[in-house]
Nanobody, 124 residues
Framework: QVHLVESGGGLVQAGGSLRLSCTAS????????MAWFRQAPGKEREFVAS????????YYAEFVKGRFTISRDGAKNTVSLQMNSLKPEDTALYYC?????????????????WGQGTQVTVSS
């Protein structure tokens, strides 16, 4: 079992930046594919960004390309999502997901472990 914990959410004005972090206590994330998803009120959870366990493949949703960057900090055992040029439509609960030796799939059903989420609110 992998217990993922997200942090870094908050309230920011449109055009601002936030950096989300995801960590797993007591377990290395080095062999895990990692992803970020988000869910806005009344909407389905949607894919944001991911990379394969080897780091060789990275995917981004079209609506975040050029604005968001997913990365792994092995030394800190943390996966981050740097979010720039935020828009009000980016407001959502952001979830971290992981799969051991997984691919960078955009399919929600193929991710095995999930955090509880961190709220991002972008004001106009």
């Amino acid at each position: 079992q992998v217990h993922l914990v997200e942090s870094g959410g908050g309230l920011v004005q449109a055009g601002g930046s936030l950096r989300l972090s995801c960590t797993a206590s007591g377990r290395s994330l080095s062999n895990y594919a990692m992803a970020w998803f988000r869910q806005a009120p009344g909407k389905e959870r949607e894919f944001v960004a991911s990379f394969s366990w080897s780091g060789g493949t990275t995917y981004y949703a079209e609506f975040v390309k050029g604005r968001f960057t997913i990365s792994r900090d092995g030394a800190k055992n943390t996966v981050s999502l740097q979010m720039n040029s935020l828009k009000p439509e980016d407001t959502a609960l952001y979830y971290c997901a992981a799969t051991l030796f997984g691919s960078a799939t955009t399919s929600l059903e193929r991710w095995d472990y999930w955090g509880q989420g961190t709220q991002v609110t972008v004001s106009s």
